[in-house]
């Protein structure tokens, strides 16, 4: 499994759009590496933790590090989110773009998969990039439903598909007037976030 690490400026302990400071992606093959992996990740930046906390107390057990449980992982992450830093992990296919960083003027959405049916504690995730003068969250969101047929089964053949109201009225505003409302996306956001995709979005 590709594992990729990310250390990430957060606007708030509970953001979903995050800044990128650095990236690595590893080869492991069970959570106890996948641990492991991380905690090196922290070791190997330890100068990028060192600029944005003043907490020396902390700084010192960064140093030193040893992550045992997924619990202490979790524990920590909470406290460099009070110090607005925070570290995103996931699952990756092997060829998925932008290995180790982003480009310009893009913004690279992340669609996690929490339903993935891995038997780890770390979710698999794709990603769509897009232009960030585009504004075009249709695309990303398009991208997302196609790739998991919602609503697109004989099950559901006849019934009203609750997603397609709110991407044709995004699609038309922005293609009209180069917004994406704010209303429309959170009621996608959520949608799907109830069908078990959360989607956070990374830019440099």
């Given at each position: 499994m590709l594992l990729e690490?990310?250390?990430?400026?957060?606007?708030?302990?509970?953001s979903n759009a995050f800044?990128?400071?650095?990236?690595?992606?590893?080869?492991?093959?069970?959570?106890?590496?996948?641990?492991?992996?991380?905690?090196?990740?922290?070791?190997?930046?330890?100068?990028?933790?060192?600029?944005a906390i003043p907490d020396k107390d902390l700084m010192n057990r960064l140093?030193?590090?040893?992550?045992?449980?997924i619990s202490d992982l979790y524990s920590l992450k909470f406290y460099l989110a009070n110090f607005g830093l925070d570290l995103l992990f996931n699952y990756v296919a092997e060829l998925e773009v932008n290995p180790t960083e982003i480009s310009e003027n893009t913004i690279e959405y992340n669609i996690i998969d929490e339903l993935?049916?891995?038997p780890s504690f770390i979710r698999s995730a794709s990603k769509v990039v897009i232009?960030?003068?585009?504004?075009?969250?249709?695309?990303?969101?398009?991208k997302v439903i196609e790739g998991f047929g919602f609503f697109e089964s004989e099950l559901t053949a006849g019934f009203n598909n609750p997603l397609t109201r709110s991407l044709n009225v995004l699609k038309?505003?922005?293609?009209?007037?180069?917004?994406?409302?704010?209303?429309?996306?959170?009621?996608?956001?959520s949608i799907l976030d109830y069908l078990g995709k959360r989607i956070i979005a990374i830019m440099k």
């Amino acid at each position: 499994m590709l594992l990729e690490i990310n250390l990430v400026f957060s606007q708030s302990i509970y953001s979903n759009a995050f800044t990128l400071i650095a990236r690595d992606r590893i080869v492991v093959e069970n959570d106890d590496q996948a641990l492991n992996q991380i905690t090196e990740f922290i070791k190997d930046h330890i100068d990028s933790f060192d600029a944005a906390i003043p907490d020396k107390d902390l700084m010192n057990r960064l140093q030193s590090l040893e992550l045992v449980t997924i619990s202490d992982l979790y524990s920590l992450k909470f406290y460099l989110a009070n110090f607005g830093l925070d570290l995103l992990f996931n699952y990756v296919a092997e060829l998925e773009v932008n290995p180790t960083e982003i480009s310009e003027n893009t913004i690279e959405y992340n669609i996690i998969d929490e339903l993935d049916s891995t038997p780890s504690f770390i979710r698999s995730a794709s990603k769509v990039v897009i232009n960030n003068e585009s504004g075009d969250l249709h695309t990303v969101y398009s991208k997302v439903i196609e790739g998991f047929g919602f609503f697109e089964s004989e099950l559901t053949a006849g019934f009203n598909n609750p997603l397609t109201r709110s991407l044709n009225v995004l699609k038309q505003s922005e293609e009209l007037m180069g917004v994406s409302p704010v209303a429309v996306t959170t009621e996608i956001n959520s949608i799907l976030d109830y069908l078990g995709k959360r989607i956070i979005a990374i830019m440099k």
